[in-house]
Nanobody
Framework: QLQLVESGGGLVQPGGSLRLSCAAS????????MTWFRQAPGKEREVVSC????????NYTDSVKGRFTISRDNAKNTVYLQMNSLKPQDAAVYYC??????????????????WGQGTLVTVSS
């Protein structure tokens, strides 16, 4: 049974950086496409970034392009989200999620089979 645990959230000032981690146990991440989502209070969950199982393909929502970088270390069974130049509108609970194995590379909520519990990112001065 795959379990995902996010970490790295916290309070940061605008313009600051955080690196989120999503550590997996119970299954090898190398078979799974991974996505970071976020959900701010009163808003729908949205895709932030996703990465294919091999790491060869990545996608970003427009609002984070050039500021966020998704990566993965399959040997460590961990996916990362490096967030730079953070803005107040980036504040949200960030979730990592995984597809089922051997599925097409898609990054939508409906494609995810496993979810972490989330980590809170607060951007405020």
């Amino acid at each position: 049974q795959l379990q995902l645990v996010e970490s790295g959230g916290g309070l940061v000032q605008p313009g600051g950086s955080l690196r989120l981690s999503c550590a997996a146990s119970g299954f090898a991440l190398r078979y799974l496409h991974m996505t970071w989502f976020r959900q701010a209070p009163g808003k729908e969950r949205e895709v932030v970034s996703c990465i294919s199982a091999s790491g060869g393909s990545t996608n970003y929502t427009d609002s984070v392009k050039g500021r966020f970088t998704i990566s993965r270390d399959n040997a460590k069974n961990t996916v990362y989200l490096q967030m730079n130049s953070l803005k107040p509108q980036d504040a949200a609970v960030y979730y990592c999620a995984a597809t089922a194995p051997f599925r097409p590379f898609n990054c939508e909520v409906r494609d995810m089979r496993n979810w972490g519990q989330g980590t809170l990112v607060t951007v405020s001065s």
